[in-house]
Every structure is written in C-alpha cells, then in structure tokens.
C-alpha cells in the first residue's frame, strides 16, 4: 500500500502555493488509516477539485468586464487561497521535524480546518458557476434546527471576537439545507468583522414572524451610503478598501431566494449595516 512520505507531501503542498495544482501525491486511495495517507488523499482530492473550478473560474472571468476589473479579482482569489495553503505548508513542515504521536494529534485538526476553509471557498465558485449557466443552486431541504447552525458559526469565528446572540424563545424550524444557512451565515458574519471597528460589536438576533424566521446580523463598521447599498449584493462588488473576491453577498442572496426566503440589508454612513436573513418556516407534522 502506497503511503507518501512527509517530504513529498511537502513538495506536492509547496508546489500547489506556488500555483501548480497539477502535481498528486503518489498515495494508495484506501491508505486512509495511516495519518500521512489520510492527508495525502485529501491533499489531492483539494487539488483536483482546484483544477477543475479554476477552469470554471476562468470562464466566468471572460465575462467580467474589463481588463483591470480580472486583474484585481485574480489578485483577491490569490490571496485568499494562498492563506489556507499556507496553514497546510506549515502543519507539514511540523511533521516533518516530529513525528510523535503527540505532533500528529495536535497538527491533523489545524489542516483540517484549512482544507474546510478552502472547500469552502471552492464551494462559493462552484455556485458562481451554477448561477452563471442558470442551472439553478443544489439544495437538501428538511426541517431545521436554526439555533444549532447558529451557535456552529458563531464557534467558527471565536478567535476574531465576540458575537452577542439573542434568540427569541421556542424558534420554529425552517425548512431549509443546514449546510447552505451555514453557509450563508458564514458570509454574513465574516463581512462583519471585516467591516468593524478595531473593538468590534457583532450582534446576531434569531426571530419569527408568522410563517417566517429573521436572523440580523449587525455591525458596528463604517456603514454604507444609499448608492453603496444598493450594489453591496453585486457580483465581484467590494465596499470600501476590504479585500475578498465579492462573492460572498451575491451568493448568499442567490441561496436565500433559492429557500423561497429574501436577505436584505439595511445601513446608514457611521451606523454600521444590518443584513436580515428570511426563511420559511417548516411545514407543521
């Protein structure tokens, strides 16, 4: 059974921050008990999903228009894949120098969590390129359970501040996928941290109207003036000087009215921005 050793996934990780997404790790597809086959499955099963959504990246890009508006956006796309890599380039780089039990079980999660990150981030692009042919989004609805999706995001983001939540008491279930108001509110929140002020205040508030469920997510940034506002759910669109590829408000729109939901924003220059998910209550048994 073939297992790679930690210097070639070493190289095979290097060579993907240097752009080479064409290199594989040379592992056997069921070495999935030994801790370096683990990795390297999932390190190629990463670059093969890479390949093949940045073809469809550059497709979308020949539709944006102008040449200095691709440049700026493959920037932004550099970058922020170039921060998950660089997790994945450095937990290596740790087992390389140690392979002690103890190593292994403390750096494992840490490339879990960028290898999430950036299935995360191809994910966005995957939706980008649904919504670009019009094939519509891929959704798994069922009853749920909002309060654990919210306290699952609110843990994603522990280490870049507090999140006050307040909640209105016996929330309905909406009838939604769990993965996809993740996902939305993952975007949301992480738009408000990288809108707010230096000691930032996030406040995300869960209620219901009849047959619907709100969830707010309020910042204390700089705010929006009204022509900012109405282009802040356009695609590639970017306030101010905050970096990002502009996606992420474009989507979550699209998933919201996907749901049979709406999510809108609402801000005024020095007051910060609220942004109020919809969703449609789950059908009574």
């Given at each position: 059974?073939?297992?790679?050793?930690?210097?070639?996934?070493?190289?095979?990780?290097?060579?993907?921050?240097?752009?080479?997404?064409?290199?594989?790790?040379?592992?056997?597809?069921?070495?999935?008990?030994?801790?370096?086959?683990?990795?390297?499955?999932?390190?190629?099963?990463?670059?093969?999903?890479?390949?093949?959504?940045?073809?469809?990246?550059?497709?979308?890009?020949?539709?944006?228009?102008?040449?200095?508006?691709?440049?700026?956006?493959?920037?932004?796309?550099?970058?922020?894949?170039?921060?998950?890599?660089?997790?994945?380039?450095?937990?290596?780089t740790?087992?390389?120098?140690?392979?002690?039990?103890?190593?292994?079980?403390?750096?494992?999660?840490?490339?879990?969590?960028?290898?999430?990150?950036?299935?995360?981030?191809?994910?966005?692009?995957l939706d980008?390129?649904?919504?670009?042919?019009?094939?519509?989004?891929?959704?798994?609805?069922?009853?749920?359970?909002?309060?654990?999706?919210?306290?699952?995001?609110v843990?994603?983001?522990?280490?870049?501040?507090?999140?006050?939540?307040?909640?209105?008491?016996?929330?309905?279930?909406?009838?939604?996928?769990?993965?996809?108001?993740?996902?939305?509110?993952?975007?949301?929140?992480?738009?408000?941290f990288?809108?707010?002020?230096?000691?930032?205040?996030?406040?995300?508030?869960?209620?219901?109207?009849?047959?619907?469920?709100?969830?707010?997510?309020?910042?204390?940034?700089?705010?929006?003036?009204?022509?900012?506002?109405?282009?802040?759910?356009?695609?590639?669109?970017?306030?101010?000087?905050?970096?990002?590829?502009?996606?992420?408000?474009f989507?979550?729109?699209?998933?919201?009215?996907?749901?049979?939901?709406?999510?809108?924003?609402?801000?005024?220059?020095?007051?910060?921005?609220?942004?109020?998910?919809?969703?449609?209550?789950?059908?009574?048994?």
């Amino acid at each position: 059974m073939r297992v790679p050793d930690l210097e070639e996934l070493l190289e095979v990780i290097s060579l993907a921050c240097l752009g080479d997404t064409t290199t594989r790790a040379q592992v056997d597809p069921e070495a999935l008990d030994d801790p370096l086959g683990l990795i390297g499955n999932a390190v190629n099963v990463l670059l093969d999903d890479l390949e093949y959504r940045q073809r469809e990246r550059e497709d979308a890009l020949r539709r944006v228009a102008g040449m200095e508006a691709k440049q700026e956006f493959l920037a932004y796309l550099s970058h922020d894949m170039q921060t998950p890599m660089a997790v994945l380039l450095g937990a290596v780089t740790v087992l390389r120098s140690s392979q002690s039990a103890e190593d292994v079980e403390a750096t494992l999660p840490l490339m879990e969590q960028a290898i999430e990150r950036l299935q995360r981030f191809v994910r966005q692009f995957l939706d980008l390129a649904r919504l670009e042919a019009d094939r519509g989004l891929v959704l798994e609805v069922a009853p749920m359970d909002l309060e654990a999706s919210v306290k699952r995001v609110v843990d994603l983001f522990a280490d870049d501040g507090p999140i006050a939540v307040t909640s209105a008491p016996q929330l309905p279930p909406v009838a939604a996928d769990p993965l996809r108001v993740e996902q939305i509110l993952t975007n949301l929140v992480a738009n408000a941290f990288k809108y707010a002020r230096m000691a930032p205040r996030i406040e995300l508030d869960a209620g219901a109207t009849p047959g619907t469920v709100e969830l707010r997510v309020v910042d204390d940034g700089p705010g929006m003036a009204p022509d900012e506002l109405a282009r802040v759910f356009g695609k590639f669109e970017r306030g101010g000087v905050a970096s990002g590829a502009g996606l992420g408000l474009f989507i979550s729109r699209a998933l919201a009215e996907a749901h049979g939901g709406s999510l809108s924003a609402t801000s005024r220059p020095g007051q910060g921005a609220a942004f109020v998910l919809c969703l449609p209550e789950a059908p009574r048994p």
